[in-house]
């Protein structure tokens, strides 16, 4: 039997977005997938229809395609301080961490709180994992110890997808620099590249590549109001890339396969929207995550909040209700028309708890009751505050059930 939604959710104010979705919903789950943007779809549409070419076709209507696709390149490029000859575009982040730790051969080290993309990517690897502080935090000096003379690559997300705590990026940059110096004073042939996973990063953190200081940069368009399926790979030039799909030779030969022409130029329309109003957007989900947060603690003083608090995304508040099951939790707040997550989407199904949430350290029992609510153009105050509500009255019909 279908769900019937019942929550009446307000529209939301007039704002620098345009998005269209069914208002009889909450939605708390921008971590996993967003709306297109209305203006990211009109930028697309005419590459659907009557721009339809394709860009590798010799003749005047395809070389206008080809030039609008290495136009939108040079936006993405613009957005995060790189050039479009050192961007790859990919079907999306999976891909794109696929390829640059395929493209490396030697040891590797990352985190044990990376995202199911690197983890899976890593078996059968000689890789390394650090481990979280209790807050989520990567040191850079706990990377420092585990460099070996043969390390390769390390590869740390800009902030953690579950927790939405931020990463030391720029002193793991640090780190890398003086092993990179150390083997050319010491005339060492191996070479080492700093990735970060930028995905739940993009339109809250300044991911300018230089700033970071990182060598390679991953970014998805499905997290920023952007198409899904559409990602990209930056890469300075001085990483040698290894193709993992094989054809036609597009992107420099580096991911063969018909160009996603409609796909970039939303991703860059979309990733520059963002950009231009992250101040503003990270101060208006920064205080609504706060009286969230406040609502659901102030009801249960018991309730276990993780991550870094001073240093985490505005969208993100991971909450855990020990004792409580929180996928009946998120059953019952379906029912309700409040659409939550226990965590990564992309792990949701797997019948499995969270790595993230053992790694640190969070006993059996809390982590079973987790949360994650993540915020963003579809909420706003009186939609957390109905979520909250609802979120209490779930909580306390759990424990009724139990007592």
């Known amino acids: 039997m279908p769900v019937k939604y019942t929550s009446a959710t307000p529209r939301l104010a007039k704002s620098w977005y345009n ?54 390149k040079h936006r993405l490029a613009v957005c995060i301080g790189g050039q479009a000859s050192e961007l790859v575009m990919t079907a999306g982040a999976t891909e794109s961490i696929n390829l640059m730790i395929g493209s490396v051969g030697g040891h590797i080290v990352s985190s044990a709180i990376e995202h199911d993309a690197i983890l899976k990517t890593l078996d059968n690897r000689d890789a390394t994992l650090v481990m979280p502080s209790r807050k989520g935090s990567i040191a850079a000096r706990d990377i420092q110890a585990v460099i070996r003379p043969d390390t390769e690559l390390v590869t740390i997300a800009i902030a953690n997808h579950e927790l939405g705590t931020i990463q030391p990026l720029r002193e793991i940059a640090q780190v890398v620099r003086a092993e990179r110096q150390r083997r050319f004073e010491a005339g060492e042939q191996t070479l080492i590249y700093l990735h970060t996973d930028a995905s739940q990063g993009a339109g809250q953190l300044d991911i300018n590549v230089a700033r970071l200081g990182v060598d390679a940069l991953t970014l998805n368009a499905g997290k920023i109001y952007g198409p899904k399926q559409v990602g990209l790979l930056w890469c300075d030039r001085t990483v040698r890339l290894k193709p993992q799909v094989y054809g036609g030779g597009q992107e420099r030969g580096l991911r063969s396969g018909t160009e996603n022409v409609a796909g970039t130029i939303g991703f860059a329309t979309a990733l520059e929207l963002v950009q231009q109003h992250r101040n503003s957007e990270n101060k208006r989900l920064c205080e609504l995550r706060d009286q969230l947060q406040r609502q659901l603690t102030q009801a249960f003083p018991w309730a276990i909040v993780s991550g870094d608090q001073k240093r985490r995304l505005a969208s993100h508040l991971h909450i855990s209700f020990p004792g409580i099951d929180a996928e009946r939790l998120v059953f019952i707040l379906e029912q309700k028309g409040v659409l939550a997550a226990t965590g990564s989407a992309c792990a949701a199904n797997s019948g499995t708890r969270s790595h993230v949430l053992e790694a640190i350290g969070l006993a059996p029992e809390a982590a079973d009751g987790s949360l994650r609510l993540t915020l963003g153009r579809l909420s706003n105050e009186e939609t957390c505050a109905v979520a909250g509500r609802e979120i209490i009255a779930a909580v306390n019909l759990e424990k009724a059930r139990l007592a």
Not at 20 to 34: E, G, M
Not at 35 to 42: K, N, T
Not at 47 to 53: M, P, S, T
């Open 19 to 72: 998005i269209s979705v069914k208002q009889s919903i909450i939605y708390l789950d921008h971590a996993a997938a967003t709306p297109l943007d209305e203006r990211v779809l009109a930028a697309m549409q005419p590459y659907f229809a009557d721009q339809f070419y394709n860009p590798s076709a010799p003749y005047a209507p395809a070389v206008a395609v080809k030039r609008a696709y290495n136009e939108a």
